[in-house]
């Protein structure tokens, strides 16, 4: 094999190396110190009687066999009726979602559903129109599988006590976990990717993630920013590093915690995830020069936020150094098998595949989880379940950008009965 | 070679790769941690929850005790006096008032009139429908609340939270951790002064030709900020480094810094103030919001947070420290313990 | 419904710890009524308490010990694996496909692999491999029976064989022989031995284990994986010497230091599970959690 053509590939393979073990000791560290630091705290420890007017948004569509549990979830709210507002966005939709809405909105006055039957379908065109009718400059957004507990409402609003923050993100937490083996993983996965993940990112002063859902932001700033972009599937981490370039926070509330309603299907999960990634892609496309040339931003905050919108393209890069290993062993050129390749082999292999492992049992310990703890090691079937997600993912991204359309907002199907 | 060499390692290699994926699989086959984290659906923070879910449970007791015997009241002492040095660690309750002796140590004690703890003594938990009083060097194990006010003298440890529905009077040298009282007070006196009352007073102060004005710049700032003494600044101030708001200054807005939030002498704040590195009210600082700290709060003599019709809350992550004379209406959280004077 | 950590589970008991679960559901507990052991900390803001420092160094210098020994001595382990591989072999009567030892120095290490045949293919017969590889790759996509994440799997695991055989018929020069190739995997596998516990070990500090854990842990694995890579070594000799070099790559990415890997999640799961059960059933004495 041309000896140029080795040094080439073997450079890659150092390079996926590399960024692996940098993303290996992020998690690491997000582990260490959420495990061993004094956390952060949110502002849900001030307790204020003096509380701000909220918009409430909850994107719908063919939402019938959830709708009524997360409007009833919200009237029964603690917080003041006359401070509430509640706009369920009915989006295009088919089913009994708009009778439901209609009886609801009739019966209690601060619910005012949008019945959107033209123009754009999909969850940024349906927040940006219903943000033109909201009345209040503090907006939270539930999704329709959602249930908010009592004071839900109250610890997300009390965020914007902070006037740095600009948006805030509770904790989300899958209800159906006896579903199936792909319930259970989810479940682990969600509580790695809050319990640690984002707390530690909010305790470290880095970039905690808006996430669309059980969360808010103040109208005003989404407006001065065009409001959600249509063409982005990922609204949530387009809209999250806008803010920061601007010089506003994302607030992480891991007390707010809320019931979702994971996919109990594996094709519904595939496309899910790869929604996630094609927006993610998109989002990473738009923002990743912003974010390193952010005045607002510190280095660590940039490094993170780079990382953060890199995360979807691992998969991809970890798939290509696999391809240059079976080409270098196939064409004798790893024969020397040098130290440094035998460790860029190993980690690509094995650390930066499995290093999320270490956060996910961690925040199931911190959670109080003891026998889903042996599950951990199925992860590895997820793993290579969701690199073929994202891989088609970042591919629709591409896509995406090549043909400067908009895509298609696809809704994860429902499973409750 | 035959046919069975090859099976025989084949099955043996996958043995052993899916060995590792053998516990799980028994969780898989009969679950016992498949539910989901429980989330309290009900839950709302009540600062008085302790005093009100065990006033409760005593009523419920209380009930069924009347129910089984021949009065509907329930068969408490009008009046309960226990001598000084007294040590039981039972429920002591009486209808109209508990007297405790000097150097006690008990349980828990209910009135459903007034309630005094002389000094010196020890006690688990302490609520009194009526005015509570806990003399000095007293030990809270738990909790005390109160109805009616409650006054707690020197040198007293406070337990986990102490609270009232009224005014809640700290003497000095008290320990505390969480204190809730509409207000909770480090001196026998209300502060007296002139505060303006906003939003009423609003236009009139952005009106006043206090020197010198802050407006555009003073929105964000990357590095340390300070405001002059006596400025007048319009609207919420964000800076990444240390902030000092000059003495008698006005801040119509919320003070946010990432570092320490310094108040000198006087300084009036409509919205909140954050400090993540900590908080510094020097003395006679008026704050209308909330004040929220990763690190320490100090609250200087003079310093009122919140007013009789809105209550706010004070909350270290780490210690507050009261100097005497602050007045809160509201609530103060010490994760790590605060002191007075 | 029952949940875990359910405060109605805990209020049958104790009135002290009736007291500890409202806390705990008002989320207004505090370092110090933790350490007097009354409180159930709310999940979203505890943390570990700090493990004893001199408990942690001693463990680490103990494993140090054990693994500069295993160090040392790692040729022997090779050595002995590939004896044992040897034997196994004879006993499977791999006959030609893998009997004698070479040798090869790596590491300062003097490794014996075995020495075995890899047929080799004209174009016709990679690109027949290839398209039985691609038929295969491409059913298994199709099979909607199969639980996705097994398919996907599985669709990975051929699509390296499909990968490998098109690159055969396009260079048609296998880089590599049978002694070559079980260089290669000595190599690999005296690589993971001395470096993956490294690694393990320090992640292993994060975790409350005890000292007995804290080693089990880290050296477990490659106990295990002593007697998995004999079982593999047969298997790659085996797969090798039969249906030719372009399965080799398989080993290497899918069966090599990636199933390690899940060895030692599969044995931290274990350890952190033990954890969970303590910590559950000390968390009511306190001493568990803090702020």
Known sequence: ?????????????????????????????????????????????????????????????????????????????????????????????????????????????????????????????????????ASHEIVLVFDADYQPPADMVKQLAMAFVDPEVGAVMGRVVPENTRGSLLTRIIDLERSGGYQVDQQARFSLNLI????????????????????????????????????????????????????????????????????????????????????????????????????????????????????????????GAVAPFTLLLAAAFIIVNAYGNFAPFFEVGSATLLDGGHRRLWLLPYMAFAFVFNVWAVVGGLKDALLDVAREGTPQWEKTERFRQ | MTWWQPTLLMMVFFILIL???????IELRSPKDDLPLRIDMEYIRDPRYFALAFRQRVQENLTREAQGGPGARPRLQPMVTLGPGTNTSGTIMALDHIEVGRGSKLGDAYSYGDLRIAEQSEIESAAADGSLLIESDSVIRGWIDSEGDATVGNGVNLGVSASSASTLTIGERCEFQRLWGLPVRTSEEPVSRYVPDFPRDREEIIGKDSGVEIEDAARWSSRDMTIPAGSTVGRDLVAYGDVRIGANSIVLGTVKSRGVVTLDEGVIIEGSVIGQRGVNCIGNATIFGNVFSSRDVELGPGTVVGRPQAFKTVFSQTRVLLARGVEVFGWIVSEEGGTVG | MRFENDPEMERQSTPREEQASLRQAQGVATEASVAAGRVLLHRAYRRLFAQNRWVLLITVLVAAVVHYFFFLNVEWFVWKMCVYAQQAGAFLDFGARGGSLGYDDYMWRRLYPLVF????????????????????????????????????????????????????????????????????????????????????????????????????????????????????????????????????????????????????????????????????????KGKVWRL
């Open chain 2, 19 to 25: 060995l590792p994926f053998f516990p799980g699989l």
């Open chain 1, 208 to 331: 905690p993630q808006y996430g669309g859902t059980v969360g808010g932001f103040r109208k005003s700033v989404l407006l001065s920013i065009g409001g959600f972009n249509p063409r982005i599937l990922a609204e949530d981490t387009d809209l999250t590093y806008a803010l920061y370039t601007r010089g506003w926070q994302v607030a992480y509330a891991n007390r707010a915690e809320c019931y979702e309603e994971s996919p109990e299907d594996w094709g519904v999960r595939f496309r899910q995830v790869r929604r996630w990634a094609r927006g993610h892609t998109q989002a990473a496309f738009r923002h990743f020069l912003p974010t390193l040339g952010s005045k607002y931003l510190n280095f660590w905050q940039k490094l993170d936020g780079v990382l953060l919108l890199g995360v979807y393209a691992v998969p991809t890069l970890l798939l290509t150094a696999i391809l240059c290993h079976i080409v270098l062993l196939l064409s």
């Open chain 1, 1 to 133: 094999m041309n000896p140029f053509l080795v040094w080439i590939l073997q450079l890659y393979i150092y390079f996926v190396a590399v960024i692996m073990m940098v993303y290996m000791i992020r998690h690491v560290i997000f582990t260490f110190n959420r495990l061993n630091k004094n956390q952060r705290r949110f502002y849900h420890e001030i307790l204020d009687s003096e509380l701000p007017p909220v918009t409430i948004l909850v994107p719908m569509h063919n939402e019938e066999v959830v709708a009524e549990g997360v409007l009833r979830a919200l009237i029964e709210s603690d917080y003041p009726k006359d401070l509430m507002e509640i706009i369920p966005i009915d989006d295009h939709s088919t089913d009994r979602t708009e009778e439901i809405l209609r009886q609801y909105g009739e019966r209690y006055p601060y619910i005012r559903p949008l019945y959107r039957r033209t123009g754009m379908r999909g969850k940024p065109a349906g927040l940006n129109d219903a943000i033109e009718r």
């Open chain 3, 117 to 284: 045949d890899i047929p080799e293919f004209d174009r016709l017969g990679y690109l027949i491999r290839f398209l039985i590889c691609g038929v295969i790759a491409l059913l298994l996509a199709l099979w909607r029976g199969l639980n996705a994440p097994i398919r996907l799997f599985l669709v990975t695991t051929v699509l390296i064989c499909t990968v490998s055989t098109l690159y055969l018929a396009i260079v048609q020069d296998l880089g590599f022989d049978g002694f070559e190739i079980s260089k290669l995997y000595l190599r690999l596998v005296l690589l993971t031995w001395v470096c993956l516990p490294i690694p393990f070990l320090l992640l292993s500090l994060g975790f409350p284990f005890n000292p007995i854990e804290r080693l089990l842990v880290t050296f477990l694995p490659v106990v295990y994986d002593f007697g998995f890579s004999i079982v593999r070594y047969l298997v790659l000799i085996w797969l090798a010497s039969t249906l030719g070099g372009w399965a080799v790559p398989l080993f290497f990415v899918i069966v090599g230091p990636l199933m390690m890997v899940v060895f030692y999640i599969c044995f931290f799961s274990l350890a952190m599970k033990r954890v969970a059960d303590r910590m559950r059933r000390d968390e009511v």
